[in-house]
């Protein structure tokens, strides 16, 4: 069965510190890959996707995340991180031949110090 | 615009207790879902509908049932609480051919 993996699941950094957030998922075809992020209370919301492409995506409030198709892996990244990015982060995978549904990771719990 | 909007926000229900969670989309979405989030464990896909009279099993359907008469609504029935099913539960959308979910606010469920 197609799994997602996060294997960090609880990050403290401090502001300002570089951000890295794994994520490998098992499916061996052509994927949808999605980072949903979810503020303290809130519900999950989309940070970035990637269908296809140039495999480095930008998403919002400076994150980004780069496809690497032969490591399976879809990391999450963040040059600089702030008190506000305190959240969970959740990577998703969508096989193509899935319809619509997504595979969830299990999440990455991210505190920052300020 | 509201997106997905789920009530209530929050329940405790005694185990035997039946209660339908509720779940509606103003996108004209074709696809809803529901989704149970417990800690570490991510979010597991409890049922979904590809549009109106259309309804399938997701990977933890067991305790749960669901329908969709309509295009925006989709609700989520339990009918015999369990402490096992002490979780969040988000409903989501999306539209046919688009793979990007919305979701909602998410209802926090108490089994005691």
């Known amino acids: 069965a197609q799994s997602v993996s996060q294997h960090n699941h609880h990050v403290i950094l401090s502001e300002a510190a570089s951000l890295e957030l794994g994520c490998n998922y098992s499916?061996?075809?052509?994927?949808?890959l999605f980072w949903y992020v979810q503020y303290p209370g809130q519900h999950l919301q989309l940070l970035l996707k990637?269908?296809?492409?140039?495999?480095l995506v930008k998403g919002i409030k400076g994150f980004e995340a780069e496809f690497i198709k032969s490591k399976f892996s879809f990391n999450l990244r963040k040059p600089s991180v702030q008190w506000s990015d305190t959240a969970e982060y959740f990577c998703a995978v969508n096989p193509n031949n899935a319809g619509n549904m997504l595979t969830f990771g299990g999440g990455t719990r991210l505190m920052v110090k300020p | 615009n509201a997106g997905v909007t789920q009530t209530p926000k929050f329940r405790i229900l005694k185990i035997g207790q039946s209660m339908t969670l509720q779940c509606a989309q103003d996108m004209n979405h074709n696809y809803m879902y529901w989704y149970r989030q417990d800690p570490g464990m991510g979010l597991k896909l409890i049922y979904y509908?590809?549009?109106?009279?259309?309804?399938d099993k997701g990977e933890v359907p067991n305790g749960y049932n669901v329908s969709r008469s309509t295009t925006e609504d989709f609700p989520l029935r339990l009918e015999l609480a369990a402490p096992s099913q002490t979780s969040v539960y988000f409903c989501?959308?999306?539209?046919?051919?688009?793979?990007?979910?919305?979701f909602g606010q998410g209802t926090r469920l108490t089994v005691v």
């Open positions: 989501a959308s999306s539209a046919r051919g688009n793979t990007e979910a919305f």
């Open positions: 990637y269908f296809s492409g140039d495999p």
């Open positions: 509908s590809v549009g109106a009279g259309i309804t």
């Open positions: 499916y061996g075809g052509t994927v949808n």
